[in-house]
C-alpha cells in the first residue's frame, strides 16, 4: 500500500490506465501460458465464476481480467 501510494500518487488515472492496457497487449504473449488461458476459458464455458484476487491494484490487473472473461477483487 505504501508502495502505490508513493509511486501513483499524482498519476493520472486515464494516463495509468491506458498504460496497463498497453502493457496488457504487449506481454500477453509473454507472460500468459496458453495451457492457463485455455484452462480458464473451460470453466468460464462450463458457467464457473472465475476471480482474480491480488493485492495489485485493480486499475493494473482489469484489463487482464477484461482479456480472460473473469472477475476481479
Known amino acids: 500500500e505504501v508502495l502505490i ?3 501513483l500518487t499524482g498519476v493520472d488515472e486515464h494516463w ?3 498504460q496497463a492496457e498497453a502493457f496488457c497487449e504487449k506481454y500477453w504473449d509473454k507472460l500468459m501460458r496458453p495451457a492457463g488461458v ?3 476459458a473451460a470453466e468460464v464455458n462450463s458457467g464457473a465464476e472465475v476471480t482474480i484476487c491480488s493485492a495489485s491494484p485493480a486499475l493494473v490487473l482489469q484489463p487482464w481480467a477484461d482479456k480472460l472473461g473473469i472477475k476481479l477483487i
Do not use: E, G, N, Y
Request: proline share 0%; aromatic share 12%; glycine share 0%.
Open 16 to 18: 495509468l490506465r491506458q
Open 38 to 40: 485455455l484452462a480458464v
Open 5 to 7: 501510494k508513493t509511486f
